[in-house]
């Protein structure tokens, strides 16, 4: 029969069932022949096929809950069970382990009225046999359905919990498992850019150094100085590692800067915020120039966070990224059409840029000033009660990429 829960105390139940009915049908057999009853014969034979055809039923694969097969056994073991409690009076008991049998293999709106009907045939017995009708004649039948009831759509109801806890153990596996992969993902991310500002702001710029002394060094050496050659040599392996150690940089730049331009990224980041609710457009002013990445990353990092509040509290429609490109410095700003707040409302050293402030104050804007000010930028917040909100970062320009001469 069903096997939808192999567990030992489901196990255990049913053999408790089959021993159940097995020996009920063995007390009527055995009470019929050795009363002499006038159709002991006919009872022990009915209630061997009857065993029968129960044993057929819990070995066959067909048989299983809310099936027609079910359906069919259940009938073919009722009709058995009603020739005998013709024959027999003690064929009543066999009653208790059916309500089980119907309970479970048929839907409830199905099984209730098998038990019902099973319960009155029951009790007609009595009446059938002209045994003496009591109180307990009617209480009897209908205490064991009620108990077959009670246990059986108790089980059931315990199944169900213990299968909804079992798919939530797993979902909570499951995102444990997701959480952890993201955790060793963000934390690879934050390394390679630790290791990426690292490398910029101490081989890099030192190798840049180097080579910028080694080259005025050239320039004042006679040419014919012997000196000169071993100057040039210096200053060309400076400019050699110079260009690997921006080729690690570059390896270990943020995913989304890995393929294309910050202007690209920024583009990207536009596409992948916008929603049917929330119109995200980016655009760029001046003319592009080569930042190192650091510069990069604080801009998109910028961004990100700025758009992320946006997404979260600003119940904004509209929200455009511009970057812009000037002579001597370079900013991002990111505005929206949001419902906007109150800036000095916010905790002091914290609070989200809605307005609603996180508990203990968030780490949003803290976090794009420190970078910010890092690179020797600035950033400002410009909103108010339902007039969007404004977020600018501005950086200056390395002199590198101002076009003055640096490596």
Same mark, same amino acid.
């Given at each position: ?24 049908? #063995? ?60 024959? +027999? ?8 382990? *059916? ?21 009155? $045939?029951?009790?007609? /017995? ?30 059931? &109801? ?18 444990? &498992?997701?959480?952890? $992969? ?28 180097? !080579?910028?002394? *080694?080259?005025?060094? %050239? ?33 270990? @730049? ?6 294309? @331009? ?18 995200? !457009?980016?655009?760029? /002013?001046?003319?592009?120039?080569? #930042? ?12 990100? @966070? ?20 000037? %002579?001597?410095?370079? @900013? ?21 840029? +809605? ?12 976090? #794009? ?30 002199? &590198? ?7």
């Amino acid at each position: 029969m069903d096997t939808r829960a192999p567990t030992p105390v489901a196990t255990g139940l049913r053999l408790c069932l089959h021993a159940l009915l097995a020996g009920l049908l #063995m007390l009527v057999a055995v009470r019929a022949v050795g009363d002499g009853a006038p159709h002991g014969t006919a009872v022990a034979v009915l209630a061997a096929v009857t065993a029968a055809l129960y044993g057929a039923g819990v070995l066959a694969s067909a048989v299983q809950p809310h099936t027609r097969a079910a359906a069919v056994w259940l009938a073919g073991l009722g009709a058995l069970w009603l020739a005998l409690l013709v024959l +027999s009076p003690d064929a009543l008991w066999v009653a208790f382990p *059916l309500y089980f049998l119907q309970l479970h293999l048929l839907p409830v709106r199905r099984g209730l009225p098998a038990v019902v009907v099973t319960a009155a $045939a029951a009790i007609a /017995s009595f009446l059938l046999h002209g045994q003496e009708v009591t109180p307990g004649t009617f209480i009897g039948p209908l205490l064991g359905a009620a108990v077959a009831v009670a246990t059986v759509l108790g089980y059931e &109801a315990l199944f169900r919990e213990s299968d909804r806890r079992r798919e939530l153990i797993e979902e909570l596996v499951s995102t444990r &498992a997701e959480l952890a $992969a993201a955790e060793r993902t963000a934390g690879t991310l934050a390394e390679r850019e630790r290791l990426a500002r690292e490398i910029h702001d101490t081989l890099a710029q030192g190798l840049s150094s180097i !080579q910028l002394l *080694l080259r005025a060094a %050239e320039r004042t050496l006679p040419g014919d100085a012997p000196a000169t050659v071993h100057v040039r040599r210096a200053r060309e392996a400076a400019q050699e590692n110079l260009a690997e150690a921006r080729r690690f940089v570059r390896a270990l @730049s943020p995913p989304d800067l890995e393929h294309g @331009s910050l202007a690209g990224a920024l583009s990207r980041l536009s596409a992948r915020t916008s929603t049917p609710e929330l119109t995200v !457009q980016c655009a760029v /002013s001046g003319t592009p120039v080569e #930042m190192p990445l650091p510069y990069e990353v604080t801009l998109l990092r910028t961004a990100q @966070s700025a758009l992320a509040n946006t997404v979260r509290h600003a119940d904004a429609r509209r929200a455009e990224i511009t970057l812009s490109f000037m %002579e001597t410095s370079v @900013s991002l700003d990111v505005v929206d059409d949001g419902r906007g707040f109150d800036p000095s409302a916010l905790p002091r050293g914290g609070g989200s840029r +809605s307005g609603e402030a996180e508990p203990g104050g968030g780490f949003g804007l803290p976090a #794009m000033r420190a970078r910010a000010r890092s690179l020797g930028g600035t950033l400002s917040v410009e909103s108010a009660p339902g007039q969007g909100t404004a977020v600018a970062v501005t950086l200056p320009l390395p002199a &590198a990429a101002r076009g003055e001469e640096v490596a």
